[in-house]
């Protein structure tokens, strides 16, 4: 009945979790997700189309007003105006159902009620939505133009009924129980005196204000005697109308707290412990609020603080009352003060209507924090003041300093990163241009580290990169730049230099390296450098081409035997292949930017299930012209210069994105470069990508070249089992290539090895691929793998590979690469069918 009706339930109580989760299945509703945090019900209102919230009002991480107050404020990817239901003990306290109106939760309920909920959500879905929360006021006046002039003035505070005589007044207000009855003395036929018995006696705690032309001190005992909530003499200024009014709606609230609370009071007096527990609850439901209020008056001077801003500041209330709010920020900066003092002048005088920003303050013991304050005007008698709000936000600008950081700077050294280096270098060529001075760049590669990650680890690796990284600081000029922008590379940007001093600057830093040692256990590794250098002078078209110099230098220094420092010159033998392998890493590195990078996915069937088993990603370049460009034109350049990871990294991303998108897929193969397994970064990528896709890790399967493989067993062992860990699965590609890897198979961790597709394209028609595939098969078989093979081109090859045992098969005869929307289109129907294309007609019965 309800299942298209998504419900959120946030708590993080497991026995209420589980009692609620069960009487909404018992009510119908049949998707329910679950938080037990406030952060996990952010991520799922971004992630689903909720049409229901329900939280508790103390969870750990934020109470249950500030998480309606996101929703409502429209900050969030969900639909602001979704009924919001708030559990609590303390429900039944007036204060706490007017907390419930102004943040807008549409209802409160008892954790002793909880069993209701599904009746609950009920009607919360089938209320209409109100766009104003307005109380409603009747009107009961027969002057047209008083009863106008009221609603003129009150129309943007309350909902307005009027009528002219008593009869249809009283009509009128047991239909709707008005939250204010405004009623006039003298009315024809039926005085307001008898009206005001009539509702008082229906309705004793009614708010009712009589209306007269005659006051007198007589009438107005009179009138309050008889029950009336308040009194307005006519004719009236517009500022006393809405006051008294607010008063008389406040009134209620007020009334019935307190009432409340004394009840309390007398029943908790039975056991002193259950009255300090219910007091406790009440105060803290009032300190949740957190937010500090404060109102200043025309000279911008504090006249009213709430309890908060001791918490906040530290500061005594009363000892704060006359301040002003300027004498609470730091001291050093005249300007903050003059620009706040303006603003707030701006908004007291009408100027402008309201206004926020982020405001530096110093608390009591001289500590700075953040607050978010939000400014708005208040008139009250003529009188114009201020009423601010303040927020703490330190942690969040903690956390925004810290990203700032972070995305700045490397993590392991601290120097700037690659992402920095690439900003500066181009404000640098701007630079060039504009002012006409020449500026340097130094490319640098430490010669052999490798060794050492690969003899000592890499945790000795990483110490010898801080040590160096320190070493080379000390060397670089204050207005230069030292960037860590790769594993073992760096840059310098050097400012306002001339071709020999900053081949002096290279050869400098060649030397602090040359000069460091590293001495392991037992052993030591003398250190050097390869520099490659380009000297920035405005010739060139952009910025980027200044870096492929520096790069072209750096290959051929390395090119010459290393630890050698090379300036770039276009007569250098070697630089027309550089260029070119250069040339494409640029151009992958603008397809990542503009998100020109595509993936097509090819079916692998699953020869056993008879039905396709997962897809293989591959990875596709679209140039600016729209056509695509296939990886055998861009790998070996992105592997020979070294960024391979940059798009081993980027498939990562655009493939657990893709199986969040479209589910249907249900399993991917994704394809990893020898480079990958040398980036420390690779597994926290994967697992990030998992955690905010929200993708299952099973459902991915990553390869890996048989060569690649064997480069470095240890290493590759290592992270397959990393993989392994977070739940994905792995696979050897290309698999018999090199017959070397026989010995080795048993200590690789794969779940699937895929036949090199040399030996299956031309297995119906070439004996030795036959005995080979054949051999293969049962080698993985007997190591319980999986024997996937590609290339399968024809039915006579299909047919072979089913005689032989394999399990899985891929192919232009099983399905070519298509684009996601195409694989739908293609692969999906034949699925739902049953009717892989005519595989099926090759399998044995």
């Known amino acids: 009945m309800h299942q298209d009706n998504q419900i959120l339930v946030a708590c993080d109580v497991e026995e209420t979790l589980n009692l609620m989760v069960s009487r909404l299945d018992d009510g119908g509703y049949r998707s329910v997700h679950l938080a037990r945090s406030a952060q996990e019900a952010l991520a799922l209102l971004d992630a689903h189309a909720i049409r229901c919230l329900v939280t508790t009002m103390d969870l750990s991480d934020l109470d249950g007003w500030r998480l309606a107050r996101l929703v409502r404020c429209g900050a969030l990817n969900c639909n602001a105006s979704m009924p919001i239901i708030v559990l609590t003990d303390v429900w039944s306290q007036r204060i706490a159902e007017v907390t419930a109106r102004e943040y807008g939760v549409n209802r409160l309920l008892a954790y002793s009620d909880v069993s209701a909920i599904a009746e609950e959500v009920g009607k919360c879905l089938s209320d209409r939505p109100s766009k104003f929360n307005k109380p409603r006021l009747l009107v009961i006046e027969d002057a047209a133009d008083t009863a106008d002039l009221i609603r003129r003035v009150l129309d943007r505070q309350y909902r307005i009924d009027v009528v002219d005589n008593g009869e249809d007044g009283i009509q009128l207000w047991k239909q709707y129980r008005h939250s204010l009855v405004l009623l006039d003395y003298m009315l024809p036929n039926m005085s307001g005196e008898e009206i005001l018995k009539i509702i008082l006696a229906i309705n004793a705690e009614q708010a009712v204000v009589l209306m007269t032309a005659h006051s007198s001190r007589n009438l107005a005992e009179k009138i309050m005697l008889l029950g009336a909530t308040d009194f307005l003499p006519k004719p009236f200024r517009t500022e006393q109308l809405r006051h008294v009014c607010e008063l008389a709606v406040r009134r209620e609230d007020f009334m019935l707290s307190n009432r409340q609370f004394s009840d309390q009071v007398k029943y908790l007096e039975k056991s002193e412990r259950e009255y300090r527990n219910i007091s406790e609850k009440h105060q803290q439901l009032l300190h949740n609020l957190q937010t500090v209020v404060m109102e200043l008056d025309d000279e911008l001077n504090i006249t009213y603080l709430n309890y908060p801003w001791k918490v906040l500041m530290g500061y005594d209330i009363q000892a704060s009352i006359g301040k002003s709010i300027c004498d609470y920020l730091p001291t050093e900066n005249r300007e903050d003060y003059v620009a706040l003092q303006k ?76 992402h920095y280096f690439e900003e500066s270098l181009k404000h640098l060529y701007a630079d060039t241009l504009r002012s006409k001075r020449q500026h340097g760049l130094l490319y640098i590669d430490l010669d052999h580290f490798k060794v050492i990650n690969d003899t000592f680890g890499h945790r000795e690796g990483d110490n010898v990169l801080r040590e160096i990284s320190k070493s080379m600081s000390r060397r670089v000029r204050a207005s230069d730049m030292l960037c860590r922008i790769g594993g073992d590379e760096y840059a310098v940007l050097v400012h306002d230099i001339d071709e020999q001093g900053l081949y002096d600057i290279a050869k400098d830093i060649q030397k602090i390296v040359n000069d460091y040692t590293y001495h392991g256990e037992n052993h030591q590794v003398n250190m050097g450098c390869s520099i490659g250098v380009s000297l920035m002078d405005g010739k060139l078209g952009c910025a980027e081409e200044y870096l492929m110099q520096a790069d072209i230098a750096l290959y051929v220094a390395k090119g010459r035997g290393r630890n050698i420092v090379h300036t770039y010159d276009l007569r250098d033998n070697e630089s027309e292949e550089l260029r070119s392998r250069i040339n494409w890493a640029q151009r992958v590195r603008q397809a990542i930017a503009s998100n020109r990078v595509v993936l097509h996915f090819q079916p692998v069937f699953d020869v056993k299930k008879e039905e396709y088993g997962y897809y293989e990603a591959l990875v596709r370049l679209i140039d600016e012209n729209g056509a695509l460009i296939y990886p055998e034109k861009f790998i070996s350049a992105l592997e020979q210069t070294g960024e391979m990871h940059l798009l081993d990294r980027w498939v990562i991303k655009l493939a657990v994105e893709q199986l969040r998108k479209t589910p249907s897929l249900r399993k991917i193969a994704i394809n990893l470069s020898a480079q990958a397994f040398n980036d420390d970064n690779l597994v926290p990528v994967i697992k990030e990508s998992l955690s905010a896709n929200l993708v299952d890790p099973s459902a991915i399967t990553f390869e890996l070249t048989e060569s690649a493989s064997l480069f470095n067993l240890n290493v590759t062992t290592r992270v397959i089992d990393q993989l392994h860990d977070i739940g994905c699965s792995f696979a050897i590609d290309d698999f018999g290539s090199g017959f070397s890897s026989f010995s080795y198979l048993k200590e690789l961790p794969a779940d699937f ?29 007997a190591l319980g793998k999986k024997a996937v093979a590609e290339y399968v081109e024809n039915e006579e090859v299909m047919k072979l590979l089913v005689e032989y045992g394999i399990d899985y098969v891929q192919g232009n005869y099983i399905g070519k690469a298509l684009a996601v929307d195409d694989v739908l289109a293609s692969y999906m129907t034949y699925d739902s069918r049953n009717d892989n294309l005519d595989v099926m007609g090759v399998l044995p019965r």
Do not use: P
Not at 364 to 382: E, N
Not at 770 to 777: D, P, T
């Open 343 to 418: 603003k707030l002048c701006s908004v007291l005088t009408g100027e402008i209507l309201s206004y926020e920003l982020e405001l530096c303050l110093l608390d009591d013991s001289g500590q700075r924090l953040w607050a978010q304050m939000k400014v708005r005007r208040v008139i009250h008698s003529d009188i114009s003041s201020l009423t601010i709000c303040l927020d703490n936000i330190t942690k969040r600008k903690q956390a925004q300093e810290e990203l700032e950081y972070i995305a700045m700077h490397d993590a392991l050294t601290g120097l700037f990163n690659r």
């Open 753 to 781: 090895i895929k036949l090199d597709g040399s030996f299956v394209c031309r297995l119906h028609v070439d004996d030795v691929d036959k005995a080979l595939v054949k051999s293969l098969i049962q080698v993985v078989k």
